[in-house]
C-alpha cells in the first residue's frame, strides 16, 4: 500500500479555515485517500474519502491534484471542537476487509 | 442505528496475567471486525480482521490472539501480558459489502490497557 507524508503539527485560528496537506507519491490508481481524525482517548472518527474528484460533505472538502500525488482537506470554519489527530490514509478499493494503514497523523490545533 | 461496544474502557493487569477483551455491535449484520491497539504516542496499527465467525486473520506476529464466536462479537485476548502490551486497544466493523469495500470503519470507545 501506498504511504503518507503529513507534517506533524498545525495550528490554525477559530473560525479560519484549516488546510491540512498530504503527500502519497506513490498512490496506486485503484487506491481511495481516506481522512480520519482521532480526538484525544477516543477511536478515529471517518471524516471523508476520494478517488480522483474532489469531495465534499457536511464536515470537510477533501481536494486531490491532478496527478493524485498529494491532497489537502479542508475543514472551511475552524472550531475548537476541531482540535485532534487527523490521518491521510490510501488504501485500495478490495473485497473483504478493510485494511487501513495510520500513520502519525497531523495534530491540529484549533486557537481561540 | 448501528452502536459498537467495547469492555472495559480501563484495565490495569499485572505482566503474565491472561487478558479479555471484549467488542460487540448491534444494528447490523454480517459486519468485518478489526482490531486495533495504539502504542503511546504512536499511530494506530491493524492486529487482527475478520469477515465472518470463526475466521480470523492476523496482521502482526504478536502475544496476542483474536477470536470470533458470534456475528457481532470479537474477543482479544493473550495468555500472559507483557509490558509490551499496554495499549489502547480499539475495535471497529465495517458493513460486509461485496465487491466495493471503500466503507467508512466505525470505531469503537476504546479499552485502555496498563500492564505492570
Known amino acids: 500500500d501506498a504511504k503518507t507524508t503529513q507534517p506533524p503539527s498545525m495550528d490554525c485560528a477559530e473560525g479560519r479555515a484549516a488546510n491540512l496537506p498530504c503527500n502519497h507519491s506513490t498512490i496506486s490508481g485503484n487506491e481511495y485517500v481516506y481522512w480520519y481524525r482521532q480526538i484525544h482517548s477516543q477511536g478515529p472518527q471517518y471524516i471523508i474519502h476520494?478517488?480522483?474528484n474532489n469531495e465534499t460533505n457536511e464536515m470537510a472538502s477533501l481536494i486531490i491534484t491532478e496527478d493524485r500525488k498529494s491532497s489537502t482537506l479542508i475543514l472551511p470554519h475552524a472550531t475548537l471542537r476541531d482540535t485532534a489527530v487527523y490521518y491521510c490514509i490510501v488504501s485500495p478499493d478490495f473485497q473483504g476487509a478493510q485494511k487501513l494503514v495510520f500513520g502519525q497523523g497531523t495534530r491540529l490545533t484549533i486557537n481561540p | 442505528s448501528q452502536t459498537i461496544h467495547q469492555w472495559p474502557a480501563t484495565l490495569v493487569q499485572p505482566v503474565g496475567s491472561p487478558l479479555s477483551l471484549e467488542c460487540t455491535v448491534e444494528?447490523?449484520?454480517?459486519?468485518?471486525l478489526y482490531w486495533y491497539r495504539q502504542a503511546a504516542g504512536r499511530g494506530l496499527q491493524l492486529l487482527f480482521y475478520s469477515v465472518g465467525i470463526g475466521q480470523i486473520s492476523s496482521e502482526v506476529p504478536q502475544n496476542l490472539s483474536a477470536s470470533r464466536p458470534q456475528d457481532r462479537q470479537f474477543i482479544l485476548s493473550s495468555k500472559k501480558l507483557l509490558l509490551s502490551d499496554s495499549g489502547f486497544y480499539l475495535c471497529?466493523?465495517?458493513?460486509?459489502?461485496?465487491?466495493?469495500?471503500?466503507?467508512?470503519?466505525?470505531f469503537g470507545p476504546g479499552t485502555r490497557l496498563t500492564v505492570l
Open positions: 476520494g478517488l480522483k
Open positions: 444494528g447490523t449484520s454480517n459486519p468485518n
Open positions: 471497529a466493523w465495517t458493513p460486509f459489502r461485496m465487491p466495493l469495500a471503500t466503507d467508512t470503519q466505525y
